[in-house]
């Protein structure tokens, strides 16, 4: 885990030289590293060792990580056009980031490959120490040189649909791609927040006709809603960054209808976050594990200062705390919103800033083998107190990052099938999804996945040992003499 104590000394030999020399250090970087790693995976003809679903930044720095450790037999598949994986000109609508901007984030321990080497080479040290926290878009255009300049081969355009065995391997089937199917070892899934489930839509909306709600990740024409009553149900980052885009395209009000009877304001994991937390959290056991994510959920991540303020700036922005919502209904162009406590509400539009809900279930790709992957709620009760449904939907990881089977022996083949994604958090920590710990969680994931390929193949390296005949002596390099006897009694 990185922290956010770094500081700059002046300025860097970088310092507004421009892309072309970063890129230039970096390639000298990983040639002095002996990158990529040797390619030592023996081949098997029609299979790919490593398929990668997700381009984005935990896509790109599992490549990085596993190319390092010299496993080279990888496709990197992702379903959006280039320049828009992940989240960031999709649904993510915050002005920036939350994490300060001294995290090192995907670099992988290359100080050439970290946004600030990326930012300094362009605009300078100055630009530098006055930017305060990194645009959204500019993170995007960070991850889209890093993609060119690190050569990850992005597979564009390509969608997973299926995973099913084949015998030790997986079948994907895939579309996009002429060939239909791909046959691989190994499986990631790097899909990010909501890679291991989906959109949390809650109940209450079912039913209604979807002109009058959408949900925070769903693409919003925000234009539509000038001049309208919008209701946001909820309080949390996704939420209020919609709610200002509804606000800055002219709606009529914004009001955030929340649960809570107060304002979350103490983002409790960034207090813990360290190298430790990191490196230790996957080991503890599961009383600990759950306790430490129980309190995170309980207590609430609160929305980022700037987007808060992003809202509350707007005179027809309102707070109403205490408002657990019951019912959403449609009376001819309206909606009429029921809380808990008996009132109401009226509006014209609702957008549910309600997160997203681990249910692997929701994901497609494993078909009805999803309901046979082992979660936590299948193996660990919590005390009274420490109860969250939520918490126990996610899936009981392997510490390499493997799904479980809730029956031993049902489903083998998800031994090969690794949750580099959101969905990894209750099991291993915080090293697949958010940036302050993504190389950490890269590096941990290319060494467990190099000792399994190799484990796998150990007949054939045994071989290849006993094969090996490349002499490092030729004979001329010694002369042989022979050893006189010494007489007896003689001291030799």
């Not at 670099?107 to 990194?134: C, M, N, P, V, Y």
């Not at 700036?313 to 809380?339: L, M, S």
């Amino acid at each position: 885990m990185q922290t956010n104590d770094a500081s700059t000394n002046g300025a860097s030999p970088i310092d507004g030289q421009g892309l072309d020399v970063l890129e230039a250090r970096l390639r000298e970087d990983l040639e002095f590293l002996c990158y990529p790693g040797k390619d030592w995976v023996p081949a098997r003809e029609g299979v790919t060792d490593v398929v990668i679903i997700g381009g984005g930044m935990c896509g790109m720095v599992a490549w990085m990580g596993l190319t390092s450790g010299g496993i080279r037999n990888i496709r990197v598949l992702d379903r959006s056009p280039e320049g828009f994986e992940g989240p960031w000109l999709n649904y993510a609508r915050m002005e920036t980031l939350r994490s300060p901007k001294v995290l090192t984030g995907p670099a992988f321990g290359h100080g050439a490959l970290t946004f600030q080497a990326w930012f300094r080479a362009q605009f300078g040290t100055e630009a530098w120490e006055t930017l305060d926290k990194i645009p959204r878009p500019q993170w995007m255009e960070y991850l889209r040189w890093y993609r060119k300049a690190t050569g990850v081969p992005v597979e564009n355009g390509v969608s997973v649909d299926k995973v099913e065995p084949e015998g030790d391997l997986l079948r994907l089937t895939v579309s996009g791609t002429e060939e239909g199917t791909i046959l691989c070892r190994k499986l990631v899934f790097a899909t990010g927040r909501d890679g291991t489930g989906g959109p949390n839509i809650p109940g209450f909306v079912q039913g209604l006709d979807r002109r009058f709600w959408a949900h925070s990740a769903d693409d919003i024409d925000f234009e539509t809603l000038r001049g309208k009553r919008v209701a946001v149900i909820g309080v949390g980052a996704s939420a209020v960054d919609n709610a200002a885009e509804a606000l800055e395209h002219g709606a009529a009000e914004v009001r955030h209808l929340i649960r809570r009877k107060e304002m979350p304001t103490v983002n409790k994991m960034m207090g813990i976050g360290s190298y430790g937390f990191t490196a230790g959290f996957a080991s503890l056991p599961d009383e600990w594990r759950w306790r430490f994510m129980q309190y995170s959920f309980a207590t609430q991540t609160p929305s980022p200062h700037g987007s808060t303020l992003r809202v509350s700036r707007h005179p027809n922005a309102y707070f109403h705390f205490g408002k657990a919502t019951k019912t959403v209904e449609q009376h001819g162009d309206e909606i009429v919103i029921g809380f808990a406590d008996g009132s109401s509400h009226r509006c014209d539009f609702v957008i549910l800033g309600t997160g997203f809900v681990i249910d692997p279930m929701a994901r497609t790709e494993f078909g009805e083998v999803a309901g046979r992957i082992q979660l936590w709620h299948d193996v660990y009760t919590p005390p009274e107190g420490e109860e969250q449904a939520d918490l126990g939907r996610f899936p009981y990881l392997n510490e390499d990052f493997t799904f479980r089977e809730k029956v031993a022996g049902e489903v083998p083949w998800l031994k090969n099938v690794y949750c580099f994604n959101y969905g990894a958090s209750a099991s291993l920590g915080k090293v697949s999804g958010d940036i302050p710990g993504v190389s950490e969680g890269a590096a941990w994931l290319a060494k467990a996945m190099a000792a399994t390929l190799y484990s796998e193949d150990l007949e054939t390296h045994w071989q290849a040992m006993l094969d090996y005949d490349t002499p490092e002596l030729d004979g001329t390099e010694w002369t042989e003499t022979e050893l006189a006897s010494a007489k007896e009694g003689q001291v030799a």
